[in-house]
């Protein structure tokens, strides 16, 4: 099974991430995982820091003559910013800059600085930040890498943004290139319009936007997760790294709010058998999973991002140490992030695939991996 961790404060000196899992043989080319990178840094209506950072991934282990040797491997992406943030961020002596104390709404700040006792809340946003997704996006670039190997892969587009909906058909892993040539990451070109129009006035007024993302993937086989412990399921491990990505609320499974709403011969996906293909849905409103395990069709997922926290015209908030009220502290900030949250959504998908397809076809070698699933596919009628 593959599993992560990253470290690193946003304005410190660099983010770095392990990940443990990643079969011997497989292929890791260093330009897969910047193209992620600087994926995640583009879309219409972010704000001043993409500029001052072009992340780049160093690989630190685990890998010899671009190929994984089955050790951790281990990244380390610097922050070009922390020469401007040396005063506030060293990690020995006394604290040269100004404190943080006024907690912003919608951030970490408030409930960090009471749970860990520091009356800095600067202690809490800098790990908070999102900043920390573009380890993420590193890491999940590996998964890709190794999913991509066993034909597996992932998109995503944006669905929604500041209340203006997409209206897109059934992608394939085609639509990718023209998705990413959108500056909100929509497949609806008219759509795309409007968005921007929203975000222009979003900026104007001084607020932010939300709205909702879909993360594909093509090409799982049946049988990924379990149903048989609930800590095995596949929906439950996918809803669970959407929303621990900072700002995503909520994430849905295919058509699930939808299918609150109607009768159960409404929802569910008739089952047929095509000789040469093998069992066949004509739909996919479960979004690819059913009993807690992929079914062979795509997995699909829909998650929804609150508008970003920092405002330019903040809202009230209280002093942690004065207790008296304050207009909240004024970070930069974006008025959206939409798009790049769809590049992060892709990494921790992948990054839950990948753990699922090594822990049922195996993790040491990519041939032994490679072998188990042939001979599994062999083994399903077609
Ligand atoms: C890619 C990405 C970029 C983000 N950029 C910002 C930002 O510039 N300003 C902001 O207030 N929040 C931003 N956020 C969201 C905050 O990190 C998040 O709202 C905050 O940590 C609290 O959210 P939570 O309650 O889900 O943790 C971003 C999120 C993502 C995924």
Redesign the pocket.
Known sequence: MIRILTAGESHGPALVGILEGMPAGVKIAQRAIDKDLSR?QMGYG??G?MQIERDRAQILSGVRFGEAIGSPIALLITNRDFAHWQDRMANSGPPTGPAVTRP?P???DLAGALKYGRTDARDILER???RE?AMRVALGALAKTLLATCGIQVLSHVTALGGVQADVGVLTPADLARIDRSPVRTADPQAEVAMIAAIDRAKEAGD?LGGMVEVVAFGVPVGLGSHAQYDRRLDAAVAGAM?S?????GAEVGDAWWSADQVGSMVHDPIGFTPGEGFTRPTNRAGGIEGGMSNGQPIRVRIA??P????RRPLASTDLITHKPFDAQV????VV?LP??G??AEAVLALVLASALTEKFGADTLTELKRAKRAYERRLPR
């Open positions: 995640r972010r704000g820091r912003r919608g951030h970490a908070a930040s999102a997704t932010t929303v990505i900072p700002a995503i609320k991002m609150k970003l926290s920092s405002l970070e930069r900030s974006d992030a790049a949250a590049v992060v």
